[in-house]
């Protein structure tokens, strides 16, 4: 693909390997997992040794494959955050799913090389759908390449969302963005996974989607996938940070402005 070695065939390869070897593990601990294994790290966001099992697994594997490079991980696995190489990785994206036994869950792969997005991979594991981008190189769905849907205005659009619980300040104002959507598009979805959202835009699923609240390992590979399917990403604030500002807006490109205009209007004081 090009001389970059996180560019490369065989490296993208071995990082899709390691990915599918961890999305297995969790489909298999899903057949005997029970309430008794639940852990709260607030009201509504839950773990289990799942998620940080599968997290020590990705670290593990991506340190021999990449020597040297940094780690961002949702389950508190960091180290050398700031390195030239990093990883962004959200081991179970739709942990709340998972453990519901509801089939909406992924794994989040991102590599940046200083600051830039290179390698994005979001592993839906029920389906077994794999979703993966290479900066320049477009996005693809398995060995097919996908791209953004062609509404050409909300009439025609589908959106997706989630419901940021941890900004209760705020709840009131989304909720009313929420509804100028539904007011205007054929329906709003919350499927409880970012990464998958950001996917479904990729493909086409979804023409467009937003968010709050939101941690770099929620979006840094979705947001890979949408640009490289030929959307449009954004935070919603102008010249806002869409991995690490905790906002994101993405579509697929027609209806950004529409979607901003709104969010705006609403959320930004």
Sequence with gaps: MSQH????????????????????????????????????KGPSDLVSYVDRTAEAMLRKAFEELLPGSGFIGEEGGGHHEQAEWRWIVDPLDGTTNFIHNVPAYCISVGLQHKGTTLLGIVHEVPHDEVFWAVLGHGAFLGDQRIQVSSAANLGEALLGTGFPTAIFEQANDYLAAIQDFLAQ????????????DLAYVACGRLDGYFEIGLKAWDVAAGALLVSEA????????????????????????????ALLFVLRKRLVR
């Design 230 to 257: 030929g959307g449009s990403v954004s935070a919603i604030e102008e010249n806002g940070d869409f991995v690490f500002g905790r906002q994101i807006v993405v579509s697929n490109a027609k209806l950004q402005q």
């Design 5 to 40: 070695p996180a560019l490369s065939s065989a490296f993208v390869a071995q990082t899709k390997a390691i990915v599918a070897e961890v999305a297995a593990f969790i489909l298999h601990e899903r057949q005997t997992f029970g309430p008794e294994k639940i852990e709260h």
């Design 185 to 196: 598009c054929h329906g709003v979805r919350r499927f409880g996974s970012a990464a998958l």
